[in-house]
C-alpha cells in the first residue's frame, strides 16, 4: 500500500492542507498533482489518491484548496478568474513542499479547468494532463445541475454533510460554487485560451450520464492534443463510482505516453 504522508503549506497569511501518496518503490516519473472539485477536499477524493499512486507507481499529491476543507477560510468571494490562478499561486508551493520539478495535472470537475490550466501556465514541467468530467466552457447543463443542488442546500441536513468536510466554511464553499457559475458574468468563460497553450498529452475523461456536463467538454479539451475516453454508465464523479476503472485508464494513458 501507498505511504500517505500529510503537510501544511503556508503561504501569505494562510495555512493549506495537503497529503501524498507514495508507493513501496518510492514513486517513479513525474508526481501526479491532483485539483479537486468545487465542492470537494483532500478527504472527498477518499481512498482514490492511494489507488492511483499503486496503479502508476507514481507519488500523488492533492491539497485543499483556500476555503476548503481543512485549509484556511478564503476571505471575500472568489474571483471570476479563480480557475487561472489557482495553479499559477499554488504549483509552486507544492513543487517547493514536496520537491518535484515536474509533474502530472490532474483535476476533477471545476479541478480539470484548473489542471488545464496549470500545465498551460508552466509547459516546461508539466509531462500529461488528465481531466475528469471537467468543464471547459459555461453550457445549460451544468447550470441546471447547479440549480438542483442550490434547492438541495435549503434543507440543513444537506449543509451540515458538506460542513462534515469543510467545517464552518462549508456556507461559503456552496456559495463560492454556484453563486459564481450562475452569475452572468462568468457565462463566457472558456478554456480555450488555456487549451491553446499546452504542450502535453491530454487525456479527457467523462461519463455518458455526467449531470453536469455533455460528452462535449471532453471532446473540446482533447481535440488535437490527445485522447478522450467516455465512461459507460458513470456520472460525475467517477472516482468513486468507479475508481479501479479510472485508475487503470489513467495508469495506461501514463505508461504509454508520459515519462
Known sequence: MPLEETRWIETEGARL?????TPPTGGEGAPIVLFHDSLGCVALWR???????AATGRRVIAYDRL??????????????????QEGRTVLPLLASTYGFDEFVACGHSVGGGMAVETSG?????????????????VEPRTLDGIRVVQREFADPANMERLAKYHGGK???VADAWIGTWLSPAF?????DEALGRLRCPVLAIHGDQDEYGSRAHAHRIADGRGTVRILAGTGHVPHRECEELLSAVIARFLQDGCP
Open 121 to 137: 501556465a508552466f509547459p516546461d514541467m508539466c509531462r500529461a494532463t488528465v481531466t475528469i468530467a471537467a468543464q471547459a466552457f
Open 187 to 191: 457565462a463566457h468563460w472558456t478554456l
Open 17 to 21: 492542507f495537503s497529503a501524498a501518496w
Open 67 to 84: 476555503g476548503f476543507g481543512r485549509s484556511d477560510p478564503r476571505p471575500g468571494r472568489l474571483e471570476f478568474d479563480f480557475i487561472a
Open 47 to 53: 481512498s482514490f489518491p492511494a489507488r492511483l499512486a
Open 170 to 172: 462549508a456556507p461559503w
